[in-house]
């Protein structure tokens, strides 16, 4: 059985660019939705104990497995994303390692932001945006509904869900200004940093 994962973080700690009514909401209702369907589609299955990670790896793109692949894509990629996020007062300065890794496939950790923000405004719908690792270069990438860079053969470093709920009830439309105030405000560059290494 899937349960899911605490927060690493107080929800009122992300305020005021993330408030705790959006994770009552998007935690405590959307993601843990994600979980209950998963575990009511593979308990009493051959997956009923493997890692989402797994289960991911062998719906994608199968007939019949959709409404698994979906809830445990998002299941990981919300468990993701709230390790992507730091309380808004825990300044952490950018790891110099992950600097000069953006540096070297970018040119800039500048153009890296610009690109991050571009694939989140021309995300259309429901979706993610991601910084991941492939074979040695480290690029922007984006994903629809619950898909992941996981199948891709990506690895990821950080991501922001850019579905609606992930942010219209502090920002309405204003999608641009949920990105930009991750961002600068909340992005844990320490987990981006750990996943580089792994």
Not at 86 to 95: A, F, G, I, L, S
Not at 124 to 144: I, N, R, Y
Not at 162 to 168: A, L, P
Request: charged share 25%; proline share 5%.
């Amino acid at each position: 059985m899937f349960t899911l994962p605490s927060l690493p973080f107080v929800p009122s700690e992300l305020e005021p660019h993330m408030s705790a009514r959006t994770l009552e909401f998007h935690y405590g209702k959307h993601h843990q939705a994600y979980v209950d369907n998963l575990n009511k589609l593979v308990v009493g299955t051959p997956m009923e104990n493997d890692s989402l990670e797994h289960i991911i790896l062998k719906t994608a793109g199968r007939d019949g497995k959709e409404a698994i692949y979906n809830n445990a894509a998002q299941a990981y990629n919300h468990d993701f994303f709230w390790k992507c996020l730091k309380p808004t007062d825990r300044e952490m300065p950018v790891p110099v390692e992950l600097k000069n890794a953006i540096i070297h496939s970018f040119g800039s950790w500048e153009k890296m932001i610009e690109e991050f923000k571009g694939a989140a405004l021309s995300q259309f719908g429901s979706g993610w945006v991601w910084l991941v690792k492939e074979d040695s270069d480290v690029k922007v990438t984006k994903t629809a509904n619950a898909d992941t860079p996981v199948v891709h053969g990506q690895h990821p470093l950080f991501g922001i869900d850019v579905w609606e709920h992930s942010y219209y009830l502090d920002y309405q439309n204003r999608r641009g200004d949920y990105v930009t105030n991750i961002l600068e405000h909340l992005a844990n560059w320490e987990f981006a940093l750990m996943n580089l290494k792994d």
